[in-house]
Nanobody
């Protein structure tokens, strides 16, 4: 069982930045690729970014490319999402998730473990 805890959400003005963190309880953190997803009210959960087990091959949704950066620190069992140039449409609950598959996966149902989510609100 892998437990994931997100932090770093909050209220920010459009154009601002936030850094989300997700810490995993699992010592074998490096066995999992990690992803970030988000869910706005009334909408389905959508893929934001993914990073491989080794920390390479970051992959982003088109809507956040060039604004968001995913990274991981295996020594801290943590994955991060640096969000710059935030827009009101980025407002959502953000979730981190872990997947054991080595295949690039962007479908939420394919992920094995989820955090509880952290709220990000971007005001205009």
């Amino acid at each position: 069982q892998v437990q994931l805890v997100e932090s770093g959400g909050g209220l920010v003005q459009a154009g601002g930045s936030l850094r989300l963190s997700c810490t995993a309880s699992e010592r074998a953190f490096s066995n999992y690729a990690m992803g970030w997803f988000r869910q706005a009210p009334g909408k389905e959960r959508e893929f934001v970014a993914r990073i491989s087990r080794s920390g390479g091959n970051p992959y982003y949704a088109d809507s956040v490319k060039d604004r968001f950066t995913i990274s991981r620190d295996s020594a801290k069992n943590s994955v991060y999402l640096q969000m710059n140039s935030l827009k009101p449409e980025d407002t959502a609950v953000y979730y981190c998730a872990a997947v054991s598959s080595i295949v690039r996966v962007t479908t939420p149902t394919k992920y094995d473990y989820w955090g509880q989510g952290t709220q990000v609100t971007v005001s205009s």
